[in-house]
């Protein structure tokens, strides 16, 4: 049995008090090819069926690793049974949640004519057949695949009632070469998004010219210079200040770590940013576009809506579930999200984006005497007081102006609120990240993605 097939709506008669019920299959395929032979090659599913049943203002959980009606009633019984217990224990006198009705139902499924895992296969080896032939003195080569597909079906005591199919396939290049001192200098780019692998993935020819510019920016690396430490002007691109604000302030603004005592927690109203800085965690849809994570209800039942984080510099307000909108008298904004069907909804982001200015991007350079143009971020991580620390793979420097050698691997550093009033310019382009995974208890996608943004940073180097 699938989630679409099980009719939740039918157990409504089983519930005690407010219940949410999600029927939840995952399905993942990765397939690993270095340097032409293939090293992984798995497929993997995750089904069950989980209750929450909330009571006395404590939630009793319960999950179960099947898809069935047999499964169904005894997953209420037991998350029923666990409200009970522990509202007779650490009952907190909070007998109701807002309520929220939300109707919809979203397929992602391919309608095109699904290709076999021999197929899939053949795909890789002829796109690693043209990488191998073009660039034949590479140190070594990865052609990764990624694929994600998440099934859900929801019901819940307001009468939600929801259906949800959704799927990311990514194919993951990493080229290596070797300097002049035998190091290993690489860079990997992911191509893809949200679709499954046939709308998503034509020819592999149409790849290669994402992977020569990936390849380019390789051979720059290869002879690039250490970054000098200190503070100066940097112009970030993109994919970089995407994961700047989710990971810096996108976490600040999740209402459950606000009441652990975020940085973001008595600033709402107050100037955080340049006046050029406005953020927005998206719910589904942005200037007529589906975005890589569409949510349009989210794991508690409640329709998702756009979320102002940051409006011209000044803290609007947090990311909710139905818990913490009680606990701050504000709206639900469909934040609450869960990866597996054994998960718990926790408040995640879903498209988190800056949004974009009015400055072009080769103008921002331009006004940089002595800089760097940061590109790609590696790793990072970033606390609730919104200080951050993340890796960067590929940045270039900036002299009079213009662009100059690439560098070699640093990290940049920061209390983000402190940075962001440091902004002076904003591109006019909107880009968005296709293989965000965001780590939080419990991993789940998201979408990132905004502008290039001009602003003062700590560079680590020589």
């Not at 909108?325 to 718990?344: I, K, L, S, V």
Request: net charge negative; charged share 25%.
């Amino acid at each position: 049995m699938t989630p679409r097939e099980l009719r939740l709506n039918a157990f409504a008669n089983r519930f005690d008090g407010y219940t949410e019920l999600r029927a939840q299959c995952n399905a993942q395929t990765s397939i690993i090819m270095l340097n032409g032979d293939v090293t992984g090659n798995v497929r993997s599913s995750s089904s069950g069926i989980s209750a929450r049943v909330f009571k006395d203002g404590v939630w009793g959980f319960a999950a179960r690793p099947a898809l069935s009606e047999e499964e169904t009633l005894a997953v209420i019984a037991d998350a029923t049974r666990n409200a009970r217990f522990l509202a007779g224990r650490a009952g907190r006198g909070i007998h109701t949640l807002p309520a929220d009705r939300a109707l919809h139902e979203v397929d992602f499924t391919t309608r095109k004519e699904r290709k076999t895992r021999a197929q899939v296969l053949d795909f890789l080896r002829e796109l690693d057949g043209l990488i191998h032939a073009r660039y034949p003195d590479l140190k070594s080569r990865v052609v990764q695949l990624a694929d994600l597909d998440m099934e859900k079906r929801l019901f819940n005591s307001d009468g939600s009632d929801a259906y949800s199919f959704v799927a990311r396939s990514l194919v993951i290049v990493n080229l290596a070469y070797e300097d002049d001192a035998g190091r290993p200098v690489a860079l990997y780019k992911a191509f893809g998004g949200r679709g499954q692998f046939e709308d998503v993935f034509a020819a592999p020819a149409e790849l290669m010219e994402k992977v020569d510019v990936l390849h380019r920016h390789l051979l720059d690396k290869k002879d690039g210079v250490s970054a000098r430490a200190g503070v100066h002007d940097v112009v970030m691109d993109s994919e970089l200040a995407g994961i700047l604000a989710h990971e810096a302030i996108g976490h600040t603004t999740e209402a459950d770590l606000v009441q652990e005592g975020s940085v973001a927690g008595d600033r709402v109203g107050q100037q955080v940013a340049s006046a050029l800085v406005s953020m927005v965690d998206f719910a589904h849809t942005h200037d007529g576009e589906t975005l890589p994570v569409p949510v349009y209800v989210d794991d508690e039942g409640v329709a998702a809506k756009d979320t102002w984080l940051i409006k011209d510099g000044v803290l609007q307000g947090f990311m909710h579930n139905k818990e913490s909108a009680e606990h701050f008298a504000e709206d639900m904004t469909g934040n609450a999200r869960a990866y597996q069907f054994f998960d718990e909804p926790l408040i995640r982001m879903r498209n988190t984006a800056i949004l974009p200015g009015k400055d072009r991007l080769e103008d921002m350079i331009a006004s940089v005497e002595d800089g760097y143009y940061l590109m790609w971020p590696s790793n990072g991580q970033a606390d609730t007081t919104s200080e951050f620390m993340f890796g960067i793979s590929l940045g270039y420097e900036i002299k009079n102006g213009r662009l100059g050698r690439a560098i070699t691997d640093t990290a940049i550093s920061g209390v983000a609120f402190d940075m962001l009033k440091t902004v002076t310019m904003v591109s006019d382009e909107m880009n968005w990240g296709c293989a965000g995974m965001c780590g939080k208890k419990q991993i789940i996608p998201v979408g990132m993605g905004g502008p290039a943004i001009k602003c003062r940073i700590h560079i680590g180097g020589e």
